[in-house]
């Protein structure tokens, strides 16, 4: 029978050996397992007096403890060295970026918009929202046009199925949030109101069924046609910047009065035609509640889209709705 030291030493030699921990487990079978020395050593135990069984046993359990010890310890290197290894096999080098991620931008009628907001919020304005889903009230009736009133073919509205037939449309500008506003805001009221608006057109390069305005809207006590000029003028300045002028046209609109187109003159002395304006009619102050006698104001809204166009050098508002972001990434 071997002696239980012999077990120990032959237990080291093997569990150095071994390399994984898959070779660790077949020692740890053939020095401690069922059919090992180690256990047949302990069945032998049974034929020794008391006495020498006593002495026998105590030095095999000494033997036993060192040999799992021997195991656990070589065990905890090899599972170190096989983590470490893993570790090495997995790792990420996060430091060696060779290519810059493409960046996207906003798009090139949210930053005209954003732009617009920009010019009017520095000179005071606040900005205003309003539904693209209106009620024949605020985008007509609010407005001074009345009932059947002829102005109301000027604009090729979509209506809604929704409600009686012909009370709830796709605004056709941004004017009815002007009703909304008057409303719920007391004067003095400086604000601008940016957003879609809808009518029924056939798509080509200057219409579109969609598209964007911005409506402006100053409510104040003793306002003229002169404060409505000199901002229309600041506002060129401030957006197109020198060399830029406007210019006032008289037209007509049911909810202004007097009512005017504006142009933009281009520092090549050619003019653009960019959107209407006026005088709020007092019709209008009366229907949202303010008391014509006390305040005037006045409105404007204008195109946001073909602005978009001009400052791009875009030449087909279509290329505007295509999104094909090969095209959108060269602005
Ligand atoms: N809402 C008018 C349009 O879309 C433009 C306008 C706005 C005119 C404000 C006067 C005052 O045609």
């Known amino acids: 029978m071997a002696e239980p030291e012999q077990l120990v030493v032959e237990a080291q030699r093997q569990a150095a050996a071994a390399t994984t921990l898959d070779e660790l487990s077949k020692v740890r079978t053939t020095v401690s397992g069922k059919r090992s020395p180690l256990v047949a050593a302990r069945k032998a135990l049974g034929g020794l007096d ?7 046993g105590q030095a095999l359990n000494a033997a036993k403890s060192a040999i799992d010890e021997v195991l656990a310890s070589r065990e905890a290197e090899l599972a170190a060295a096989a983590r470490a290894e893993k570790l090495a096999a997995e790792r990420l ?90 409303e719920n805001q007391k004067p003095p009221i400086y604000v601008v109101a940016p957003g879609r608006c809808f009518r029924q057109d056939t798509a080509d390069a200057t219409h579109m069924p969609v598209f964007h305005q911005i409506e402006g809207l100053v409510v104040d006590r003793d306002t003229t046609l002169g404060d409505l000029a000199g901002t229309i003028e600041a506002f060129t300045a401030a957006y197109f910047g020198p060399g830029f002028t406007s210019r006032l046209r008289p037209s007509y609109f049911p909810f202004t009065e007097p009512s005017a187109e504006f142009d933009i003159q281009r520092p090549d002395g050619t003019w653009l035609e960019l959107g209407g304006c006026g005088m709020v009619h007092p019709n209008v102050l009366k229907a949202c509640g303010i008391d014509p006698e006390q305040w005037q104001g006045f409105a404007f809204g204008f195109g946001i889209d073909r602005l978009a166009l001009i400052r791009f050098g875009i030449d087909d508002l279509r290329e505007l709705w295509t999104n094909d972001v090969r095209f959108l990434e060269q602005f």
């Open 93 to 182: 080098d996060l430091t060696e970026v060779t290519e810059q991620p493409a960046n996207g931008h906003l798009h090139v009628i949210t930053q005209t918009w954003q732009e617009l907001e920009d010019v009017f919020v520095g000179m005071g304005y606040r900005v205003a929202e309003g539904p693209e889903i209106e009620s024949e009230w605020y985008n007509f009736g609010a407005l001074n046009f009345p009932l059947g009133h002829p102005a109301r073919d000027m604009y090729d509205t979509l209506y809604v199925d929704y409600g009686e037939p012909g009370s709830t449309l796709l605004r056709t500008h941004t004017s009815p949030v002007q009703a909304r506003v008057m």
């Open 50 to 56: 008391p006495e020498a069984r006593r002495e026998a």
